[in-house]
């Protein structure tokens, strides 16, 4: 998996450069989240644009790494970019009521 970092406001946004339309491991992410979180920082995106699939493993991680950066009052996990496959997976375990979705970067938050 390739990721490709940028930035956008206070916001650092992974974005998952991948071949594969489906992911199944995001230990790559965690490891790369975990080092922002050790640097101080605390806001994060991470873009699925062109992922129709996650696995439940994967799910798991994006939690994981939620609940860390909500340890820190400034914390924030979200995703932008999903596809309505994606966006549908997300609904269906009721994970668009823990994460914030946005459509694209240009929604995320400008002051949080």
Do not use: Q
């Amino acid at each position: 998996m390739r990721l490709e970092i940028k930035a956008h406001g206070h916001y650092k946004i992974i974005r998952i450069e991948d071949e594969l339309e489906i992911i199944t491991d995001l230990s790559e992410l965690k490891f790369l989240i975990e080092g922002y979180i050790s640097h101080g920082i605390r806001k994060i995106a991470v873009s699925f644009k062109g992922t129709s699939y996650i696995y439940s493993g994967a799910i798991a991680v994006l939690m994981e790494c939620f609940k860390k950066l909500s340890d820190f009052p400034d914390g924030r996990l979200c995703i932008i970019e999903p596809n309505n496959e994606l966006k549908g997976v997300f609904s269906a375990l009721n994970i668009d009521k823990i994460l914030k979705i946005y459509n694209s970067e240009d929604n995320l938050p400008l002051i949080d």
